[in-house]
């Protein structure tokens, strides 16, 4: 059986004040993470997580990068979860975070994990798959092209 994590756990803009925004969240249980995906949320909606080690100069950074790159693409489609892995570092052995900072798309499937600050939009877009959502969310599909 899995070790569940504390409800404490992940923490969110109020720890990194830099980090906080209209789509990050306070923490949550792992329960309400399972029902935002049942209950409120469209199957269109991102959802990121966004792992940092404290609230460093190069996470701010990361931060501000993807919420630029979200707002210009996703058009507030999308939420993101600061977790802060000082706070609890047993989540980067448990999420398999070898480097910080790392931005987890968990939603839309497949999983997709991004190292660094993002400041090569063209790579950022490449490595959460961005491209094509863009095209899916203007109704454009591959044969449309």
């Known amino acids: 059986m899995k070790a569940r994590r504390p409800k404490n756990a992940r923490t969110s803009g109020s720890a990194l004040p830099e980090m906080s925004g209209a789509n990050a969240s306070p923490p949550r249980s792992a329960s309400a993470i399972a029902r935002s995906f049942k209950i409120g949320r469209s199957h269109q909606d991102w959802n990121l997580c966004f792992y940092v080690a404290g609230p460093t100069l190069e996470s701010a950074a990361a931060f ?82």
């Open 64 to 145: 501000r990068n993807l919420k630029q790159i979200c707002e210009e693409h996703l058009a507030g489609r999308y939420h993101i979860e600061v977790i802060d892995l000082m706070k609890n570092p047993r989540i980067a052995r448990d999420d398999q975070i070898v480097a910080l900072p790392t931005v987890v798309r968990k939603r839309p499937l497949p999983l997709r994990k991004i190292i660094g600050d993002l400041s090569n939009t063209e790579r950022a877009l490449a490595g959460l798959d961005l491209r094509q959502a863009q095209s899916y969310l203007n109704g454009k599909t591959s044969r449309d092209a």
